[in-house]
């Protein structure tokens, strides 16, 4: 869970603080009012009376968080408090069941809230990539919960686990390839293009969307316009193509407000004859090739 958003800081920090000292954990939605004696249906209407300019895959979203705090989060489980997408902040256990209190915290609107008893340990501990979903409340597994804690991150999928992967050694060298183009973003775009950050803190790497995650996700400011970027990781040029143009549109229905463009680009490591015919018929979605040199030398 994000006790609440990661920017800015001074919030965040005052808000977990507060978590801590009170043992506690909160969710938001406050517009929704008491939802605690709502059957799910009851819930799912009630968001889409709310928010009714929201797609339906991001009300159901918000019917899932809520149900999922309120009546299936028990005394016994683990609650992993992240801030950002990065970072674990605390790790505690559930003491006691969901309550409706507003104004329980005075530093945010939120009011639903869990008794939590935090540890000492681990607390801070920083990852090198994207960890954490985006959605405020998501379930782990076991697995994942223990690579947390005690590793270095939720393990990457093997290859046959992703579908329709036609080279897995691209598909596993590209994994790792996505960490070191954000890491390395302004010298390999000159500065063109910088990392998508919206409102809520959250960056552009893995940027969920109600259709899947974005690889990365730019903005180009001279041009007005987001940019998609997708590696490809293995897979066939068609699906790719459908891929990027599936979150252009994603992008340009929920995220253009002031006249934005969207742009696509295809990161790959060679040439690919069907890559070049698919984009043949679009002039919005761009290809660039990377290349890679290891050396081993006697002497330094």
């Not at 028990?74 to 605390?90: E, S, T």
């Not at 990365?216 to 970027?229: G, R, T, Y």
């Not at 979605?285 to 002497?299: A, G, W």
Request: hydrophobic fraction near 35%; aromatic fraction near 10%.
């Amino acid at each position: 869970m994000a006790p609440v958003e990661s920017k800015p800081a001074d919030l965040f920090d005052k808000v977990w603080q507060y978590n801590l000292a009170e043992n506690v954990i909160s969710i938001g939605w406050k517009q929704l009012g008491d939802v605690t004696a709502m059957s799910r249906d009851e819930l799912a209407e009630a968001v889409a009376r709310i928010y009714p300019d929201k797609p339906s895959q991001t009300k159901g979203l918000y019917t899932n968080m809520l149900w999922a705090f309120y009546h299936e989060m028990l005394p016994g489980d683990y609650v992993i408090a992240r801030r950002g997408r990065k970072m674990l902040a605390g790790i505690g256990k559930v003491t006691g069941p969901a309550i409706y209190s507003p104004g329980k915290n005075p530093y945010v609107e939120h009011p639903g809230f869990i008794d939590v008893a935090w540890q000492a340990e681990p607390r801070n501990k920083s990852f090198s990539s994207v960890v954490f979903p985006m959605h405020t409340l998501a379930e782990f597994s076991e697995e994942q919960f223990r690579n947390v804690v005690e590793g270095s991150g939720p393990p990457i999928p093997p290859p046959e686990t992703e579908p329709e992967v036609e080279d897995t050694s691209e598909f596993v060298l590209e994994k790792y390839l996505e960490e070191f183009i954000v890491s390395n973003f302004d010298t390999i775009f000159k500065g063109r293009l910088r990392v998508f950050e919206d409102a809520e803190g959250n960056d552009g790497q893995q940027y969920t969307t109600d259709i899947g995650p974005i690889d990365i996700l730019a903005i180009e400011e001279k041009a007005k316009a987001f940019v998609v970027i997708e590696l490809k990781k293995g897979r066939p040029s068609d699906r790719v193509v459908g891929q990027v143009l599936r979150y252009m549109g994603w992008v340009k229905r929920n995220l253009c407000e002031n006249g934005e463009t969207v742009k696509g680009l295809v990161i790959c490591r060679e040439h690919d004859p069907k890559l070049t015919y698919a984009l043949e018929m679009t002039n919005n979605i761009d290809v660039r090739y990377y290349s890679m040199s290891f050396k081993l030398k006697e002497n330094p």
